[in-house]
């Protein structure tokens, strides 16, 4: 039993599809109105249908009020650090802190070369990703950056604006040496999908973010863990991912949330995304509160 304690929170991936952002815009709203704490946006920027990320968030931010975003996750590889912790901030300050910076060393590399960028494969890649979160963090601290390595050259880059409140940074990892990363470097692991991480996988990835970050002198329990969890709930036979009702969508959450360790659950809606929001929103997540709290209570 992995439960580390941390306070629940849910949220929805929304679709950055071009001929989607009515529904997108309306959904966000909804979501916002129905009491979930974060809007998941992924970033493929090589896809021809999708908005930008950053674009799409901007526009999604004016029309909230106090809902967090999440890049789900953003891609290194086309977006430099220093100037993806200068949007960062930029965003923080214009939304008054409503910003999480998931992001990830880039997972497809023959699509980022395709729009020029480098397609880093391997040991190289991870250590790029590395370097970049201390590039990150220091920047978005308000700090002079100077970082030169053999994939990094950053000058002595006066960074700012400061958020008006720390931007975690939380990595999307997978494979052995990226959840090492995690556990030395990142403020949380955001879990690829349930469909690609299945639970009964999540335990050997858990202890390897685990004993690295203990061994570099970190508290384990301090690492946010998010889990991208594709499914529908009610009767879709057919979809991906989790599918059944409700109970069984708060069955399933829960015994995450105690036994694996996730205290973020995002939400990819397999179909209806309206519907879906409003029972994950209604009906499965203060089930899955209350549930844990009694877990958690020994009752």
Do not use: C
Not at 271 to 296: I, K, M, N, S
């Amino acid at each position: 039993m992995t439960d580390y304690g941390r306070p629940l929170s849910f949220g929805v991936s929304l679709d950055p599809a071009a001929d989607a952002v009515h529904r997108t815009r309306r959904l966000a709203r909804a979501a916002e109105d129905q009491g979930l704490e974060y809007l998941a946006v992924q970033d493929h920027p090589y896809q021809p249908g999708h908005l930008d990320t950053w674009t799409l968030i901007t526009h999604l931010a004016a029309a909230t009020d106090h809902i967090t975003f999440l890049t789900d996750v953003a891609d290194l590889q086309l977006r430099p650090p220093a100037m993806l912790a200068k949007a960062a901030a930029s965003l923080a300050v214009l939304t008054d802190g409503r910003l999480r910076l998931g992001v990830g060393g880039g997972g497809i590399p023959d699509a980022i070369a395709s729009m020029g960028g480098q397609a880093r494969r391997g040991e190289p890649m991870v250590a790029f990703t590395e370097e970049s979160l201390t590039v990150m963090r220091r920047a978005l601290a308000g700090e002079v950056v100077r970082l030169r390595s053999p994939h990094h050259s950053v000058g002595g880059y006066q960074a700012g604006p400061v958020p008006p409140k720390p931007v975690e940074l939380w990595l999307g990892a997978q494979k052995p040496k990226m959840l090492a990363v995690t556990g030395r470097s990142a403020d949380g692991w955001i879990s690829p999908l349930n469909i690609y991480v299945p639970p009964q996988q999540v335990p050997s990835r858990g202890q390897i973010i685990d004993e690295a970050a203990s061994a570099a002198g970190r508290d384990p329990r301090t690492i946010r863990r998010v889990y991208n969890v594709i499914g529908a709930i009610g009767d879709h036979r057919g979809a991906p991912g989790l599918v059944g009702d409700v109970r069984r969508w708060v069955d399933a959450l829960s015994e995450w949330a105690v036994d694996l360790g996730f205290d973020t659950f995002v939400l990819w809606p397999a179909t209806d995304p309206d519907r879906q929001v409003a029972l994950f929103a209604g009906e499965v997540v203060p089930a899955v509160r209350e549930r844990v709290a009694a877990l958690r209570s020994g009752r």
